[in-house]
């Protein structure tokens, strides 16, 4: 069973579209009045309003997930099982400034919902991501999906310098814009070379997180903390149900 969310958001964009050809008598060629038909009929290959509006949709669809979608980010042992899962296939900002389809995001089960509301307010706020992608596709790496600055949920792996399990564990976090949301030691130092410049809180490129911006606002609203507020270590792209 799956849940549909569709909600239209102002955008200005473009789609594509199809013309159908009408054809005469092969016994005589075209006419000057054929080829302004076949002119007149043109605009359909354009796209219509509301195609143009459909494509600037948020849209969002939670999923159940198995064992077999999660090849490399779930094992036996991790604290919360497939059912307890869901995938969230959703529209994004992006930072080309254009919607992007098909964003997929795994998290827990109980949250889906409300996540589904923050990103759809994050969408209506033009807060632009990378790319949103299950950390499968890196094969369970948590480094390689921050170096490719990629936003992600679950992942069943511990707490960074912990033998606890992290609430990525459970899908209840989100890291979001790793690399211009970096985890920052309390010395300030940052792994990803690509990233350090972003340990600099005072630059604005686009989808660093601020604090008290809309998007720390928009998690604060279902009651989720974020990383950037701890106290020595900091991890910016970080927002979770528990606040760690």
Known sequence: MTAFVSVTSAAA??????????????????????????????????????ENADSQRFRADVK????DDLPRSW???CPVSPSGLRMI????WGMDHKPHPGGKLVVNAEAADKLVGVFHKLFDDRYPIRR??????????????????????????????????????????????????PYVTA?????HKDCVKYADRDNRDPGVIHKGDKTVRAFAAIDWGWGGSW??????????????
């Not at 296939?89 to 994004?92: A, C, D, I, R």
């Not at 010395?187 to 792994?191: A, K, L, R, T, Y």
Request: glycine fraction near 10%; aromatic fraction near 6%; charge should be negative.
């Open 13 to 50: 964009g473009c789609g594509d579209g199809s013309s159908d050809s009408k054809g005469g008598s092969s016994a005589s060629p075209p006419t000057a009045s054929a080829s302004a038909s076949a002119s007149a009929q043109s605009p359909s290959a354009s796209p219509s309003k509301s």
């Open 64 to 67: 159940k997930v198995s064992a």
């Open 75 to 77: 094992h036996k042992g």
């Open 89 to 92: 296939e959703m529209t994004y």
């Open 132 to 181: 949103m992608e299950p950390v499968d596709v890196y094969k369970g790496s948590d480094f390689d999906s921050i170096e490719a600055d990629n936003t992600s949920a679950f992942n069943c792996r511990n707490a960074t310098g912990s033998s606890n399990w992290s609430q990525h564990a459970y899908g209840l976090a989100v890291d979001i814009n790793p690399c211009e949301n």
């Open 187 to 191: 010395s300030g130092h940052v792994e």
């Open 231 to 244: 106290d020595g270590t900091r991890d910016y792209q970080h927002f979770s149900s528990s606040g760690r």
